[in-house]
């Protein structure tokens, strides 16, 4: 179904006439499905990626992030990043099904995709030319690994949004520094 909604955006000539004379100067796009991605390597124009993550963290792999398999657990393996060997040894096995999975999956839009551009095209190449990628995931949550300048985390973006403070609070606050301050100038004594 995907797929096939992707392909009629991009055989719409209509569509894609609109956004060449518009000229816009980025595509918003989550790149779960390859559309946008492909979409913006036609325009010429750079590409912002709003997303959770690959299933399969390809996004550390695309951008060239190291991704640790001896400490970062994969996906589905629900394993801790304090693993034993066996679960280490499990979870590099995992990840060599990664990237033949990514090809299953995606071997359609990248068929399609050069069709579109004319040219023969690697996916993970397309995706390479993301220029922010905006990861709605937080830090502390997940494993502490090291990413790439243009991969951000903005977890909490699907949170609720805060509810006003109590009323409490102010005057827990100004007890807090009411104490503070006697403090100060009793040690200043």
């Not at 392909?7 to 719409?12: A, W, Y």
């Not at 996906?75 to 990840?95: A, E, G, I």
Request: charged letters at 15%; hydrophobic letters at 40%; proline letters at 6%.
């Amino acid at each position: 179904m995907y797929f096939h909604n992707c392909d009629s955006l991009l055989q719409n000539r209509e569509i894609i006439q609109y956004l060449e004379e518009n000229k816009f100067d980025a595509l918003f796009t989550d790149p779960a499905l390859p559309c946008g991605v492909i979409l913006a390597e036609y325009l010429s124009i750079p590409s912002v990626y709003f997303f959770r993550g690959f299933p399969c963290s390809l996004e550390h792999a695309i951008c060239k992030s190291p991704n640790l398999v001896s400490y970062v657990p994969r996906c589905y393996t629900k394993h801790t990043d304090h693993m034993t060997f066996s679960q280490r040894v499990l979870n590099l096995f995992v990840s060599t099904l990664e990237t033949p999975l990514f090809k299953d999956l995606y071997t359609k839009y990248q068929d399609i995709a050069s069709k579109f551009l004319q040219r023969d095209v690697h996916l993970p190449t397309l995706y390479r030319n993301g220029s922010i990628w905006l990861l709605r995931y937080d830090f502390v949550f997940e494993y502490p690994k090291p990413v790439m300048p243009n991969m951000v985390f903005i977890g909490g973006i699907n949170c609720e949004e805060g509810k006003n403070l109590s009323q409490v609070c102010p005057v827990i606050l100004f007890c807090v520094c009411t104490f503070i301050l006697i403090f100060s100038l009793w040690k200043m004594l």
